[in-house]
């Protein structure tokens, strides 16, 4: 007998896209197709909802991105008690190293700089806002010392300004790490940020501005740490924090510019890694999905219904935690991860395999 294959499978796929599958659009016939027979497309159901719906940008979604002013503050995570001081695989250490993170005074880039602390490395955390910067850094050191009792270490933690996509700053800022540090082994590129305009209507001043962070922003610092690596005749890791949004492209808000940064920033960090192999320089991209930081949960209470449409597209049903990025970096910078260049490792629920 002639094998038959099923062509219910890819209407399946699309219909739960949106995460719900309408029982009036449930096909109730599985249609079969032989080979050299032509399809019964017939048996295929009509659709209540406007075709497409669910998988398109929607102009009414605009959100600019707020002035500094009215940036909140993110808080370090509690409740890790011991970490440092628990055993765990030694090649997962950073013991030693020094680390510098751009865009580390709120959110993301907080967050992961915690966990490099918390791993062993002393940390530069550098921001746009210094001021900002400085009081997390001895937040960050207070929360340390009271969650690690038993440890004999106290990490260094500094604060550092920089405007990421001005060359000229961007080389102050590194000289000034390794003044205090004495050096820098891992770099993680977090400042970076996101707003919503349908792009016929995007300012190209905004857009100029949105892609210097982003992408310039990352080129800039990535380079100038890897002249320092190089100079020292030493090796090290650096992890770009590029997007999901590098790979796909967000419902229902319209953000083309920022998708296309996420997409060069994953590039950048693939086309690195090849040119910095034979220095020891490990070059990697963490693609986050919807992360709930203290500027998401801004948004999204402005714009309640933002955040039903955002997770019925996620299989884990939720938004992540920027903790939820501590170990997949750390794991980057570490030994663990020796072999590991010019990936892209994707932190998003599962999104972007729907
Ligand atoms: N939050 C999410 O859901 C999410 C998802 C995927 C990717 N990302 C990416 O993660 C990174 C961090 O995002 P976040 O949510 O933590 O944002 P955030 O706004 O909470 O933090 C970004 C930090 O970058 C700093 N910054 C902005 N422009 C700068 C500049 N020119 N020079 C130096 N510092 C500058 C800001 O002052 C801020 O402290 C971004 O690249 C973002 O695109 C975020």
Redesign the pocket.
């Known amino acids: 007998m002639a094998a038959r294959g099923s062509i219910l499978a890819p209407l399946l796929r699309l219909a739960s896209r949106d995460g719900r599958l309408a029982a009036s659009a449930r096909p109730s016939v599985a249609v079969s197709v032989a080979p050299g027979s032509r399809r019964r497309l017939h048996a295929v159901p009509p659709r209540r909802d406007k075709p497409g719906k669910y998988a398109r940008t929607d102009s009414d979604v605009e959100i600019e991105h707020p002035q500094e002013d009215d ?1 909140p503050s ?1 808080q370090p995570v509690r409740g890790l008690p011991g970490q440092y001081v628990k055993p765990t695989l030694a090649s997962f250490s950073l013991d030693g190293n020094v680390g510098l993170v ?2 580390g ?5 907080l967050v992961i700089g915690q966990g490099m602390v918390y791993s062993g490395a002393d940390l530069a955390l ?4 210094k001021e ?1 910067a400085e009081k997390q850094c001895q937040q960050l050191v207070d929360a340390f010392v009271k969650e690690n009792p038993g440890s004999k270490r106290i990490p260094k933690v500094t604060a550092h300004y ?4 001005d060359q000229a700053s961007v080389e102050r800022c590194i000289a000034e790490v390794i003044d205090q540090h004495g050096k820098i082994d891992n770099l993680v590129t ?5 707003e919503n305009f349908e792009a016929i209507n995007y300012p190209i001043d905004r857009v100029r501005k949105l892609w210097g ?2 992408v310039d ?1 990352t080129y800039l610092f990535a380079t100038a740490v890897a002249r320092h690596l190089m100079e020292r005749k030493t090796g090290g890791s650096i992890v770009m ?1 590029g ?2 949004s590098g790979s796909i492209v967000n419902v229902p808000q319209p953000q083309a510019p920022y998708n296309a940064s996420k997409a060069a920033v994953r590039h950048l960090a693939a086309s690195l890694a090849v040119e910095w192999a034979d220095a020891g320089i490990r070059v990697n991209c963490i693609s ?4 709930l ?4 949960r801004k948004i999204l209470d402005e714009n309640a219904d933002l955040k039903q449409k955002w997770t019925s597209l996620i299989p884990q049903g939720k938004m992540g935690m920027p903790e939820d990025l501590m170990g997949p970096v750390t794991f980057l910078l570490s030994d663990a991860s020796r072999y590991v260049t010019g990936a892209d490792i994707r932190v998003d629920g599962g999104y972007t395999v729907t």
Do not use: C, H, K, Q
């Not at 920089?162 to 996509?165: G, H, I, K, L, W």
């Not at 986050?288 to 992360?291: H, L, T």
């Not at 930081?293 to 998401?296: C, D």
């Open positions: 940036l993110s751009t865009g005074a709120r959110g993301l880039g550098v921001d746009m806002n900002e920089a405007d990421v996509s977090s400042a970076g940020f996101t962070v982003n922003g924090i997007s999901m986050p999905g919807y992360m930081t203290a500027l998401t």
